[in-house]
């Protein structure tokens, strides 16, 4: 046997020893296998906590188990080491320290996540999001928010009810499959400290479904309690009911891009955005103060709906290559963009930026690198030439210059 059998066959008995001992835990995130070995001074039964909050995404014994994770360094109290088979990198690892047990659970919840959506990015697409999903049809609805503004609480509630799908990260394959990520619960805590990982078995949430699919995609907008509020028959005020409505496309693509983990990465991130949103019958927001209240106001939601016709269109991005003269002007490189009525939805890198007014129509323009002037001329050939018009498009194309829309050849 050479020495890099010997090597293996070691560490897979090691790593067996370990699993054995509870010394080790292993995990399915969307699909990547990790593994996950403590600290000396994570006790018996801080380790049992975790195996009970993650049990859902526990590792089904995959034939192919990541690497060995290291023996965690301790140069703080509490310490982790995390190993996962990386399609990317042929093997990942990582290490965790952390003053506090708590602190070190919250920074391995975020580690897996972060390393699971790289390991997805460009394959799956991914909503910051939780979700959850019909018990009897599979069907998902994703509530879309940022970070602190509702998602675990409004998972919590709903997920009495509907299969817990996630309160992180709904995954979507090209075939409108769902990936589940029934990760613990980020609860929190006093301000200040680390939010406490509670499994879903720890609430009562309801299992996943067998084949989850993406149903809905709605928006949370969580208000105060008292704004709104409505006087009861009783003389007192009460939080004013939720509030469902659609959102116009355009304005549901400024609010999902920044909240969709990777979307850059997707081939055509913005079409194939509007493709899937044109699929669930376009996006919802919906205005509520009371978690409470979100069972009842989104179960029309889960019902199958007709596909929306399609209100975009493909734009061009193409530029010329070469350098731009001086002072010339010329579109950046762009990895997608959708015109949307009269606007026109621009992804430069990460970032989406909206066009309107004359702003289509410079894009439009400068596929080829052109003259200020040239340029002011062909706009009053499309928009017409009030007073100031020439100014007005100066000032258009420095606004776009300095969004990184457009860029200007040096001088």
């Given amino acids: 046997m050479s020495g890099g059998n010997i090597q293996m066959a070691w560490d897979s008995r090691h790593f067996e020893e370990l699993l054995?001992?509870?010394?080790?835990?292993?995990?399915?995130?969307?699909?990547?296998?990790?593994?996950?070995r403590w600290g000396r001074s994570v006790t018996e039964e801080q380790q049992h906590s975790m195996r009970k909050a993650w049990a859902r995404c526990a590792s089904g014994g995959a034939p192919s188990l990541p690497p060995l994770p290291k023996e965690p360094p301790e140069s703080l109290p509490f310490s982790a080491s995390v190993s996962y088979l990386s399609m990317t990198y042929g093997g990942g690892t990582f290490a965790l320290q952390a003053a506090s047990f708590e602190e070190l659970a919250e920074n391995l919840t975020s580690r897996l996540t972060v390393a699971a959506i790289l390991e997805n990015a460009g394959e799956l697409m991914m909503l910051h999001a939780c979700g959850v999903a019909s018990l009897e049809t599979g069907?998902?609805?994703a509530l879309v928010a940022k970070s602190g503004t509702g998602k675990t609480t409004a998972a919590s509630v709903l997920a009495g009810k509907y299969g817990y799908i996630s309160d992180e990260t709904i995954a979507i394959g090209p075939d409108a499959s769902?990936?589940?990520y029934p990760k613990p619960l980020s609860v929190k805590q006093e301000p200040g400290t680390p939010k406490r990982q509670v499994g879903p078995d720890e609430l009562g949430l309801q299992p996943?479904?067998?084949?989850?699919?993406?149903?809905?995609?709605?928006?949370?907008?969580?208000?105060?309690?008292?704004q709104g509020a409505e006087l009861g028959p009783d003389g007192q005020y009460r939080p004013a009911a939720p509030v469902l409505r659609q959102l116009p496309l355009a304005d549901a693509l400024l609010a999902l891009v920044p909240?969709?983990?990777?979307?850059a990465e997707i081939d055509e991130p913005l079409q194939?955005?509007?493709?899937?949103?044109?699929?669930?019958?376009?996006?919802?927001?919906?205005?509520?103060?009371?978690?409470?209240?979100?069972?009842?106001?989104?179960e029309p939601l889960f019902r199958k709906r007709r596909r929306s016709k399609p209100e975009w269109a493909a734009a061009g991005i193409e530029a010329e290559p070469g350098s731009i003269p001086g002072g010339w002007i010329r579109r950046a490189a762009a990895k997608d963009a959708v015109s949307v009525g009269d606007d026109l939805l621009v992804m430069l890198d990460t970032e989406i930026v909206r066009l309107s007014g004359i702003g289509p129509a410079i894009w439009e323009a400068t596929a080829s690198a052109v003259p200020l002037e040239h340029l002011a001329n062909e706009m009053g050939s499309v928009h017409g030439r009030p007073e100031g018009y020439r100014a007005a498009v100066a000032a258009a194309v420095g606004q776009l210059i300095a969004k990184s829309v457009l860029e200007q050849g040096g001088e």
């Fill in 272 to 298: 194939s955005l509007c493709r899937l949103i044109d699929s669930v019958g376009g996006v919802w927001q919906v205005t509520y103060s009371e978690a409470a209240d979100l069972p009842q106001a989104l």
């Fill in 20 to 36: 054995g001992a509870g010394n080790l835990l292993c995990l399915d995130v969307l699909g990547t296998q990790f593994a996950v």
């Fill in 139 to 141: 069907a998902v609805v």
């Fill in 178 to 180: 769902v990936v589940p």
């Fill in 208 to 226: 996943a479904p067998a084949k989850p699919y993406i149903q809905s995609i709605v928006l949370l907008d969580r208000v105060d309690a008292d």
């Fill in 259 to 263: 909240d969709s983990s990777s979307q």
